[in-house]
């Protein structure tokens, strides 16, 4: 038992809606990718309604986007790691902000 420890790295799985957030608390075998704690995190079988392979993963708020940190089949958990799951937003940010300033440049505010 204490050799399979040693191959063992102890990770979080974190998925936010709304109104609550779930971590899951878990160990992996070293060498597993984001992706793949993601597909065994039980996630997908919690939220049967969300369609997990489109959504974008993270580690501590840094995109596994293949620029910043590797791709999320390709980034390899470390110890305390823990990989985020992004809904796709709502709105565009940015799209807001200018529908906002528009509306009040319309109504003479500054």
Do not use: W
């Not at 940190?69 to 980034?75: A, I, K």
């Not at 390899?76 to 009040?104: C, F, G, H, S, W």
Request: aromatic share 6%; proline share 6%.
């Amino acid at each position: 038992m204490e050799a399979n420890k040693k191959n063992l790295v102890r990770v979080e799985v974190v998925f936010a809606l709304p109104d609550h957030q779930t971590i899951v608390a878990m160990s992996v075998e070293k060498g597993c990718t984001a992706r793949q704690a993601m597909e065994i995190s039980g996630l997908k079988e919690k939220f049967p309604d969300t369609d997990f392979d489109t959504h974008s993963l993270g580690i501590f708020s840094r995109p596994l986007n293949g620029i910043e940190l590797p791709l999320p089949e390709d980034y390899v958990l470390e110890e305390d790691d823990r990989l985020e799951i992004y809904r796709p937003l709502a709105r565009d940010p940015k799209q807001t902000r200018l529908n906002r300033a528009k509306k009040n440049s319309e109504s003479g505010r500054k």
